[in-house]
């Protein structure tokens, strides 16, 4: 779960940008927060998902110490982080390999400021993450 402070452009985000789908959305006006599940596995069961949630009037957080980063598979880094660039995503670390090894990896950062690693896997090529 990923807080956020604007869910509308997070989901433009994920979806625009990642290319994942909305899965579902839900309102509880009781607690005042907002949820919006985000995957690529169109809600099939062991498929993962993203939560996130917007506490209403809460614009920003602080990230912490503790998270680290997302990470999704893609059959091509380089071309994903050239896709990502054209949607007006932000590349962070261009893709690469990782240093000391042979992965190609590349970081991008959504609006919130939570980083995205984007690992290079073949097995990706036949479907999964960001094409």
């Known amino acids: 779960m990923l807080r956020v402070g604007n869910l509308q452009r997070s989901i433009d ?3 625009q940008v990642l290319g994942m789908q909305l899965l579902r959305t839900s309102e509880n006006p009781e607690y ?3 949820l919006a599940f ?3 596995g169109g809600g ?3 498929q993962a998902e993203i939560e996130l949630t917007y506490n209403w009037g809460t614009d920003n957080y602080e990230l912490g110490t503790a998270y680290g980063h997302i990470a999704l598979g893609v059959p091509d880094a380089y071309a994903a982080c050239e896709k990502i660039k054209a949607a007006g995503g932000n590349v962070t670390r261009e893709a ?3 240093m000391g090894g042979t992965t190609v990896i590349a970081f991008v950062t ?3 400021g939570y ?3 984007l690992i290079q896997r073949a097995e990706d090529a ?3 993450g960001l094409r």
């Open 126 to 128: 036949a479907g999964g």
């Open 44 to 46: 099939n069961p062991g």
């Open 32 to 34: 005042k927060y907002s």
């Open 38 to 40: 985000v995957g690529y």
């Open 110 to 112: 959504d609006p919130d």
């Open 96 to 98: 690469g390999p990782v």
């Open 115 to 117: 980083k995205i690693e």
């Open 13 to 15: 985000f994920y979806t």
